[in-house]
């Protein structure tokens, strides 16, 4: 047996702990630590060395501008590539300060995605450093904020970018390298000694590599990965031999290179000095013959338009592409020429959440599948017209950043899934297509699991008497109770042969109201009062709100006012982003009242928000009436679309004659019968903090908040909608029409006032919390102190906010008033106000939230 012989060497890094370094092979070094467990990135390659030392991991075009000229390249060439890459870095001077740490350096990567790229960043991960991938088409901005948000000093770029670094070195203080190019580091020396291999206790929590976000809604935003998420994320592996035509600065990209590592497949990269062409990506799909192509949609297009370029997709096992949605006529010819193509579906932020993978004689390509893994934390938001928005809960371990509060800890992803046809529709259009006799009612419909077992030929058409046999008691339980009626089958209800004189709508609350009967059980209300509530999902982005011909002709006889409450609660979205489905919807909606049939247009209520001059100077009062300036909004794409749609709301008054008002809300905190305040709202998690901060601060604010059952009350005062003692039939708009001023805003908010600091802290000692008071810029530094995982402490997910908002000696926004006379002397809820100290209230919420925590 060879021996092998150990020298410690004196490293180029502190710390103490230490691995070994061997003047042998990296076959030599791999087998001494085959025992070890694979803990980075490193050990990956180092255990793939110890595998199979000469099978070959990547080709690249040999020549600068090659398609055809690709060149192997072993896992042992790799590693002494990477080997090599080390010394001569350390050599320049890129050297990390702890390469045992727990957080590690980090050091940014700008350039082509060559073999040069894959190179130097096995190299830096042997050298311990955090690696922050760039992409190569960033503005100055984004860069600097890029590498001020990762606390990152040095940056390698190739010449290419030599512009872009000038540019980052005039913003902020960086050290720049040179990337290495391959007559660097392929060594003709085999005697070298191998480079140090330093780790820590817990290398596999150190950071690996730091992807960014696109930056499509505001400036690009570092995700960090550890080296134990990267290998989770790659072992899936890639059974093919591929072809990558993406940058590795993508995390499709890096997660397609690694993901062929651990497969142990080779993987064959687009000559990156080569634009992306039709012509020059089927030259080299024709030499290097993969099994699989991962790439854009942009890319298929280009290959789509020869009959050349297609052969090469067929010739393919699998066609995989991400990062944007495929055209539907694209995707469909190339299936239908034979090309199994699959999508992927998910985000840098995310992982991956679902694909398009199915049996080979499936040609459905285009409908995404959860991944098994993945279904139990998506949800899919209605949002109206059988469009959801997807929200990824917390708990997905590929999940490393979340957008909202609402549920907890979730991402919401800003992209709709469209579903599928809904079975009334079908079930229409396949009655149409029927003889009367053969006709099919709704009631007639049972939907069973699709995993139900029934009696089936080997085609898989049903065994109809061995059928029917098996479903005997369902069946004869469908025509026992055909005829009944179910309140939820009936748009409105009816009386005698004609709909019901009064219709009022409430726009954004169906799902509110299913899961409010979910948790109260149905039972809370009569069959009669559920007779009255009808779920109607709708599309306000279109001119015929997404509804069929029938409901949109009833009610237009009988709609008498709208609630307009509808509007997506995400601070992140610029204000064009509410352009489509708010701003456009609540037009379209005043076209729909003014276009009933009804002796008046049907009135519409708007319900804003104070952020919609919650940015007036101070000191400041803000009357009951349009803001001066738009520019008073708060400075978020919210508070702006409030604003705006504001003023449609004012013009459609002044130039109808419609009865159209704002409801100005303000804070809605819980309700007065349960205290039930959503706990991952700003002001409940910095309550909760006294649970691991054990303290809260004082604040020099005076609240003015309303309970949720309060409001609603008001609301419907505002809107003429309750019932007085000596009516019994309101009427819509019948406080309101008697301002008969329509530059009225109301201004919905308790009349009460409150003292944070000298009130509420007391009740909430009173409720039985137990913390310290401190001033507001300590609670922020302990805050920043405690625990990190949000978990444990969710208040820490809030620290930038909080950051922003408190830890300064700024003054607070108690100058800005918010007039409320008018408001007031129209809904007698707001009139005689609510007290929250004094009322119990704050007990109440503490004791929800304490089943919530």
């Given at each position: 047996m060879e021996l092998i012989t150990l020298s410690m060497v004196s490293l180029p890094f502190g710390g103490k702990n230490t691995y070994i370094t061997t003047n042998g092979s990296a076959e030599h070094l791999a087998q001494q630590l085959v025992d070890a467990p694979v803990e980075t990135i490193n050990d990956l390659l180092l255990s793939k060395v110890h595998e199979g030392p000469k099978s070959v991991f990547i080709s690249y075009p040999a020549t600068v501008r090659g398609q055809n000229d690709y060149i192997d390249y072993t896992v042992s060439e790799i590693d002494e590539f990477a080997d090599e890459a080390a010394r001569k870095y350390v050599a320049s001077g890129i050297v990390t300060e702890n390469a045992t740490d727990q957080h590690a350096e980090v050091?940014?990567?700008?350039?082509?995605?060559?073999?040069?790229?894959?190179?130097?960043v096995f190299a830096l991960s042997r050298m311990g450093f955090a690696i922050l991938f760039l992409s190569n088409r960033l503005s100055t901005e984004a860069y600097v904020n890029l590498l001020k948000q990762t606390n990152c000093r040095k940056v390698i770029a190739s010449s290419h970018h030599a512009k872009s670094v000038e540019n980052m070195q005039s913003e902020c203080l960086i050290s720049v390298y040179r990337i290495l190019e391959k007559h660097d580091y392929q060594s003709t020396q085999s005697n070298e000694p191998r480079f140090p291999v330093v780790k820590g206790v817990s290398a596999s929590k150190r950071i690996s590599f730091i992807i960014h976000s696109s930056g499509s809604t505001g400036l690009p935003k570092p995700i960090f990965q550890t080296h134990a998420a990267c290998l989770s994320n790659y072992s899936s592996g890639i059974p093919y031999r591929a072809f990558l035509s993406l940058p590795l600065f993508h995390n499709y990209g890096i997660s397609t290179l690694f993901r062929a590592l651990v497969a142990g497949k080779n993987i064959a990269m687009y000559n990156s000095n080569l634009p992306l062409s039709g012509s020059t990506l089927t030259n080299a799909m024709e030499v290097v013959r993969p099994d699989s192509l991962h790439c854009v949609p942009y890319a298929l297009k280009l290959m789509a338009e020869t009959q050349r370029g297609i052969e090469a997709l067929k010739r393919c096992k699998l066609v995989l592409f991400g990062g944007s949605s495929c055209p539907d006529d694209l995707g469909g010819r190339l299936v239908d020429a034979g090309v199994y193509l699959v999508g992927h579906y998910?985000?840098?932020?995310?992982?991956?959440?679902?694909?398009?993978?199915?049996?080979?004689?499936d040609k459905v390509w285009n409908y995404m599948r959860p991944l098994p893994s993945v279904k139990p934390f998506l949800r899919m938001e209605p949002i109206g017209n059988d469009i959801f928005e997807l929200i990824v809960l917390d708990g997905l371990p590929s999940k490393v950043l979340s957008n909202s509060d609402d549920p907890p800890n979730i991402l919401s992803h800003q992209g709709y899934i469209y579903a599928a046809p809904n079975y009334p529709r079908c079930l229409e259009e396949a009655n149409d297509k029927a003889e009367g006799f053969g006709r099919i009612s709704l009631e007639m419909v049972e939907i069973l699991d699709c995993g139900v077992e029934y009696p089936r030929t080997d085609k898989g058409t049903v065994i109809r008497g061995a059928f029917y046999k098996q479903l005997a008691e369902l069946i004869d339980s469908i025509y026992a109770h055909f005829g009944e009626a179910k309140a939820d089958w009936n748009y409105f209800a009816?009386?005698?042969?004609?709909?019901?004189?009064?219709?009022?709508w409430v726009t954004g609350c169906s799902y509110t109201w299913i899961t409010t009967l979910s948790s109260r059980g149905i039972s809370t209300l009569s069959a009669k009062e559920l007779g009255k509530i009808s779920c109607v999902p709708a599309d306000l982005s279109v001119p015929t709100l997404g509804l069929g011909d029938e409901i949109i002709e009833e009610m237009r006889d009988s709609l008498t006012a709208v609630i307009h409450s509808a509007w997506a609660v995400n601070f992140n979205l610029g204000v064009r982003s509410f352009e489509p489905h708010h701003i456009r919807g609540t037009y379209n909606l005043l076209n729909f009242c003014l276009a009933t049939r009804t002796i008046q247009p049907a009135d519409l209520f708007f319900c804003s928000s104070i952020s919609a001059a919650g940015g007036t100077p101070i000191p400041s009062t803000v009357y009951e009436t349009y803001v001066a300036h738009l520019e008073h909004a708060q400075n978020m794409g919210y508070a702006q679309s409030k604003v705006v749609t504001e003023y449609i709301v004012k013009s459609a008054a002044e130039k109808t004659g419609m009865m159209a008002r704002v409801l100005r809300l303000g804070q809605i905190i819980g309700d007065t019968e349960h205290g039930m305040w959503n706990p991952t709202e700003a002001i409940p998690l910095m309550i909760r903090s006294v649970n691991t901060v054990k303290a809260l601060p004082t604040l020099d604010e005076t609240p003015s908040w309303m309970p949720i059952d309060f409001m609603a009350r008001s609301c419907i005062e505002l809107a003429g909608l309750a019932s007085e003692p000596d009516r019994t039939t309101p009427r819509a708009g019948h406080c309101a029409m008697a301002e008969g001023d329509p530059s009225v805003v109301y201004q919905v908010q308790k009349s009460r006032l409150f003292d944070w600091t000298r009130d509420f802290l007391p009740a909430l000692h009173e409720a039985g919390l137990d913390f310290t008071v401190v001033k507001q810029r300590e609670w922020v530094k302990l805050l920043k102190e405690s625990n990190t995982d949000p978990i444990k402490n969710p208040t820490f997910k809030l620290l930038d906010f909080f950051t922003d908002k408190y830890d300064n000696d700024?003054?607070?926004?108690?100058?800005?008033?918010?007039?409320?006379?008018?408001?007031?002397?129209?809904?007698?809820?707001?009139?005689?106000?609510?007290?929250?100290?004094?009322?119990?209230l704050v007990s109440k919420m503490v004791s929800w939230w304490r089943t919530q925590w």
């Open positions: 050091v940014a990567i700008l350039a082509p995605s060559n073999l040069d790229y894959v190179v130097s998910g985000a840098t932020e995310l992982g991956q959440l679902m694909t398009s993978f199915r049996d080979p004689g009816r009386r005698g042969n004609t709909y019901i004189d009064r219709s009022n700024d003054p607070g926004r108690e100058g800005l008033v918010f007039d409320t006379t008018k408001t007031a002397g129209r809904s007698k809820t707001v009139e005689n106000g609510f007290d929250v100290v004094s009322s119990g």
